[in-house]
């Protein structure tokens, strides 16, 4: 059946992006040839499958992997080599063996037994595809390498560096200098481990029109979007309206007292120390009477 399904499915070729869509259409018309008669055949695909399959053995317990196995050495630009293909790996890796498992649309990267990268799989020969975040600890230290860098541009194209992103870098800059304006923003891509982008990218915004150019504020403000469904948050900043004050951030020992939880102990005081006083005086006045008499 695979030279059928070609013939009448893959000709001409379908042209599809991502490639997860082609394999939804290629199951939605495997569901539709499971309705078709094969020549004068009284029953249909599914109907005969019916019939057959109690008579198949049983799919194994275990997950059969599928993928090819490779074991490159990361190079000291942090990249592998896999099947022509250049792909970047975190900086810690550089000079070590990795275990790389390769799928028909994606790879997927292990140190030992823990995945540290996964990227989409390239088809052209000699294609290259960086992260940006696996070269943050690197380009923290060296942070005139970034607005050159090869992986910054595909970030860019990819979406993870939005505009947004470059107004608050190009405001910083100005502010803080080139190096420690860069500097802030390769912070601010940090937060993208333990943050959601699209909080990070509000919490730019908002860092942004209130002229707060420092990774902790955006941050701050990112954690204020990340909670802004969940309860509402004291100093959140909203977006600005024509007409109104504009946006402001959340200083954050306000954010750490609002956060914090009530306190119902009372109020200290001072009486026990104003009676040890008192009796103190009243002692040392007894001693100088006994020494005069």
């Given amino acids: 059946m695979i030279g059928y399904f070609r ?4 000709t001409p070729v ?3 992006d991502p490639p997860a869509e082609l394999n939804e259409m290629v199951d939605q ?7 078709r008669r094969i020549g004068s055949r009284p029953r249909t695909v599914d109907e005969y499958f019916a019939i057959e399959q ?12 599928t993928g ?20 970047s790996v975190p900086t810690r890796l550089i000079g070590k063996r990795v275990r790389v498992v390769l799928h028909a649309s994606h790879l997927v990267v292990y140190d030992k037994n823990v995945e540290v990268a996964r990227h989409e799989r390239l088809i052209a020969k000699g294609s290259c595809r960086l992260d940006l975040d696996h070269y943050l600890e690197a380009l923290i230290r060296k942070p005139g390498a970034l607005p050159g860098a090869t992986a910054l541009e595909q970030a860019r194209s990819a979406g993870k560096l939005t505009p947004v992103h470059d107004a608050w870098w190009d405001q910083a800059r100005k502010v803080h200098g080139e190096q420690d304006g860069t500097r802030a923003l390769i912070e601010v891509l940090l937060l993208n481990r333990h943050l959601a982008h699209e909080h990070v990218v509000a919490g730019l915004a908002t860092a942004l029109r209130a002229g707060a150019l420092t990774a902790d504020a955006v941050a701050l403000e990112a954690r204020n979007a990340a909670q802004a469904e969940d309860e509402p948050t004291i100093g959140a900043s909203a977006p600005t309206v024509p007409g109104q004050p504009p946006a402001t951030v959340t200083s954050l020992h306000a954010w750490r007292l609002a956060h914090l939880p009530p306190d119902t102990r009372p109020l200290p005081s001072v009486t026990p120390y104003d009676q040890l006083l008192r009796s103190r005086r009243t002692s040392g006045s007894d001693h100088r009477e006994g020494e005069a008499q």
């Fill in 54 to 65: 109690p008579l198949l053995k049983p799919l194994p317990q275990e997950p059969f992997e």
């Fill in 7 to 10: 013939r009448n499915h893959f």
């Fill in 14 to 16: 379908p042209e599809v």
């Fill in 29 to 35: 018309w495997d569901l539709h040839d499971g309705h």
């Fill in 68 to 87: 090819r196995l490779f074991t490159p050495r990361v190079d000291r630009y942090s990249q592998i080599t896999v099947r022509t293909n250049r792909y």
